[in-house]
């Protein structure tokens, strides 16, 4: 097996970590968010809070699942793959807030409180699976033998 294939079924190894780890954390803010949502304003928020928590569970999520199918059969291409699903994540979320906050019943202040509290609970988690997993970013010779 090649480094190049065993740096893409590390990588591929790291990103399911952090996909559950973060998809963990966040799960269990967007569940506070949504009994807050619904304790505050009522039935309407709180399912509001709810479709924005499953919103960003779901796009996060997907950027990581499809940056590890990505990474195991193509290590090469990381930084382009990450790159367009996050291009293609931000515009689909912004329609989707657009597209939501024009729905009747939808509490536009609760999905918005919702989608920016669960995104930055995702991020932070996210971050600290990444600073732990201590994942070499070069290979020395001597791993190389």
Do not use: N
């Amino acid at each position: 097996m090649s480094t190049s294939t065993d740096a893409g079924v590390q990588a591929a190894e790291a990103f399911g970590i952090l996909l559950r780890r973060a998809s963990a954390v966040s799960g269990a803010v967007a569940l506070v968010c949504v009994a807050v949502a619904w304790i505050w304003q009522g039935t309407a928020a709180g399912l509001s809070a709810l479709i924005g928590g499953a919103i960003v569970v779901g796009f996060f999520g997907a950027r990581l699942v499809v940056m590890r199918k990505v990474t195991r059969a193509r290590p090469h291409l990381i930084m382009m793959t990450a790159m367009v699903v996050y291009s293609v994540k931000v515009v689909l979320l912004g329609v989707a807030m657009v597209l939501l906050t024009r729905v009747d019943g939808i509490s536009g202040p609760a999905l918005g409180f919702t989608v920016i509290i669960t995104a930055v609970f995702w991020l932070a988690a996210e971050l600290r699976g990444f600073m732990k997993l201590r994942i070499p970013i070069f290979m020395t010779d001597e791993a190389q033998k």
